[in-house]
């Protein structure tokens, strides 16, 4: 089989980079990690991917004078790595209809919350706030609206009653790490068919968590 040459797109810490990472090591993983990107030259998960001998580019959204143009060159590092499909981990710059035409399908974006709950930041304080008993997290394909798409997988984590958002975040993080790499496998192997707003054909198996058993 032919693994698909997928690209992590970062803005900071890279912790989702680190699990989508180990997944594609496995042997039979669908997907090959060839480019690590990001907006920010100085994102410490960059440095980690270039340590780890991983191509890495740095393409730094302040010194374009617009957001197309910033796209265009980025969207040109996808090109010349062939990269076949793009994961967002972390990464927190908002597309343009353009890019997102460039790539639709094949754009997957990890979101700290059970959308369409919570779009957007913060999202740890505001389930808190609004006391919800059940929080999680989301990856979806990437559509023009901020935080909307065809989701292809979830996990949700109980909201207790010491949570801060530090301790909670902390809990939905544990699961990203886990939904990512089953999410990424499932698109790499060409499992999923997207009809609307629905992915089908995301079945997982019971240890990859699409709920996380802390629920039961
Ligand atoms: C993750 O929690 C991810 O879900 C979130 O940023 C964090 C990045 O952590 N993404 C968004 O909020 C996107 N809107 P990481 O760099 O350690 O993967």
Known sequence: MRRKRTAILISGRGSNMDALIAAARTPDFPAEIVLVASNRPDAPGLARAKAAGFAVAAVDHKI????EEFERSLHMVLETHRVELVCLAGFMRLFTPWFIGQWRGRLLNIHPALLPAYRGLHTHERALADGVKIHGCTVHFVVPEMD??????????????????????????????????????????DALRIEGNRVLG??????????????I
């Open 202 to 215: 995301a079945r997982m198996d019971s240890d990859s968590a699409l709920v996380a058993p802390a629920i």
């Open 64 to 67: 374009y004078a617009g957001r």
């Open 148 to 189: 909307e798409g065809p989701i292809v997988a979830q996990a949700a984590v109980p909201v207790l009653d010491d949570d801060t958002p530090e301790s909670l975040g902390a809990r939905v993080l544990a699961q990203e790490h886990v939904i990512y790499p089953a999410a990424l496998r499932l698109a790499a192997s």
